[in-house]
């Protein structure tokens, strides 16, 4: 077992990270930021962080129990989790269920829509190009990824697609949407890594529509930690 001997490596918007006395493992540090707008706007809330940290904890819980392959090994203390050190695919997943958001604009689709069969969109990380949105063949020819690669990405996503709605319906919340990250562990193993909460998903409560996710920061919104607390009591 580990014994979390830490070392800084790097820092994002709203995660730092550790490396560990174990090569294979990280520690992955939750701040208290709150970002939108490619990381434009950007705002310390605190427990903002424990909160995260929280929901991820114990959705990830659920995809490990599912047999999902995560990073996720378990959660350390209130802002802090262990997972697998993986390389990271410089690629961000979304999945679709229902037109919102971006989706709507550039389509030109009026917002709210069911999507009968789950869209997916690919997202090239690149700050300075705005993280575009790009398909198979544009990551492929990037040399992000293989076909094969993203054919792996592609299912699991499904599946998690799959297990998230029914997941939060039972907490009567809507799955709108949601993005994912994947990255390669030491054995190109593909796992499911970064984390999953409200920052990271659109969530609808079923029967008011009331938003409980970051779009409440997105437009201004002053309660996004009660938003955020309401969907950790909902899930845990």
Known sequence: MSSNKKKFLLEGKTKKIY??????EIIIHYKNNITALNGLKNKSIQDKGMINNAITTLIFKFLNS?????????KINPIEQLCYK???FPLEFIVRNIVYGSMSKRLGIKEGIIINHPIFEIFYKNDALNDPLINNH??????????????????ISSNVNTLLKEYFLNKNIILVDFKIEFGKYKNNKILLSDEIS????RLWDKKTMKKLDKDIFRKNGDDI?????????RIG
Do not use: G
């Open 19 to 24: 490396t560990t006395d174990n090569k294979n």
């Open 66 to 74: 599912c047999k999902v392959p995560t990073h996720f090994i378990r």
């Open 86 to 88: 993986v390389n990271m």
């Open 138 to 155: 544009h990551a492929v020819f990037l040399d992000i990824i293989s076909y094969k690669e993203l054919n792996i990405i592609h299912n």
């Open 198 to 201: 409200p920052d990271t998903c």
């Open 225 to 233: 930690m009660d938003i955020y607390m309401e969907v950790l009591k």
